[in-house]
T-cell receptor
Framework: RKEVEQDPGPFNVPEGATVAFNCTYSNSASQSFFWYRQDCRKEPKLLMSVYSSGNEDGRFTAQLNRASQYISLLIRDSKLSDSATYLCAVILNTGGFKTIFGAGTRLFVKA | GAVVSQHPSRVICKSGTSVKIECRSLDFQATTMFWYRQFPKKSLMLMATSNEGSKATYEQGVEKDKFLINHASLTLSTLTVTSAHPEDSSFYIC?????????FGPGTRLTVL
């Protein structure tokens, strides 16, 4: 089983739709969680942090469920510019910090 | 967010030559930097962890003599692809860690002819 798993998609949604991605992690010692966005042929860019209490930034909401060991990203009112690959990142503290990235979920928002 | 630069952004070289890629943290010091490789439409693959002042830690299956890493200062790590071959053609991305968050450089697209 992979340490961090994501549905690769692709998710094809119309503009204005709400779309949600999940990311599961296997190590209960995982401490910190993030979502990154990667555009085609570009580097990943930090989108937002994920907290148990939830984190909202405009149309984006990230949530952490420690009991079930998953994080989620909700995008409301999708825009064409949201089309990208979304990577989840899980930080382990195993005597030093180690970041495990998911393989990413591809999103296509269509007009 | 923190800024990480990478140079060059694109390089085309002949088979058998060596290519050096630089990764700099511009507005913070990074004792740890990471080197990734990514093939088209594939996920990031961690190649090695670069530690300032000590040897890099390579992931399983990554040849340390092929991919030389030097982290001589708190703001600079270099990756040298030695005796490059066409199968080394890929997108190489570095990242630097600030507290626990990793920030990525813009990547280097290497094409080996």
């Amino acid at each position: 089983r992979k340490e961090v798993e994501q549905d690769p998609g692709p998710f094809n949604v119309p503009e204005g739709a709400t779309v949600a991605f999940n990311c599961t992690y296997s190590n209960s010692a995982s401490q910190s969680f993030f979502w990154y966005r990667q555009d085609c042929r570009k580097e990943p860019k930090l989108l937002m942090s994920v907290y148990s209490s939830g984190n909202e930034d405009g149309r984006f909401t990230a949530q952490l469920n420690r009991a079930s060991q998953y994080i989620s990203l909700l995008i409301r009112d999708s825009k064409l510019s949201d089309s990208a690959t979304y990577l989840c990142a899980v930080i382990l503290n195993t005597g030093g910090f180690k970041t495990i990235f998911g393989a990413g979920t591809r999103l296509f928002v269509k007009a | 967010g923190a800024v990480v630069s990478q140079h060059p952004s694109r390089v085309i070289c002949k088979s058998g030559t060596s290519v050096k890629i630089e990764c700099r943290s511009l507005d913070f010091q990074a004792t740890t930097m990471f080197w990734y490789r990514q093939f088209p439409k594939k996920s990031l693959m961690l190649m090695a962890t670069s530690n300032e002042g000590s040897k890099a830690t390579y992931e399983q299956g990554v040849e340390k003599d092929k991919f030389l890493i030097n982290h001589a200062s708190l703001t600079l790590s270099t990756l040298t692809v030695t005796s490059a071959h066409p199968e080394d053609s890929s997108f190489y991305i570095c990242s630097a860690r600030l507290t626990v968050v990793q920030f990525f450089g813009p990547g280097t697209r290497l094409t080996v002819l």
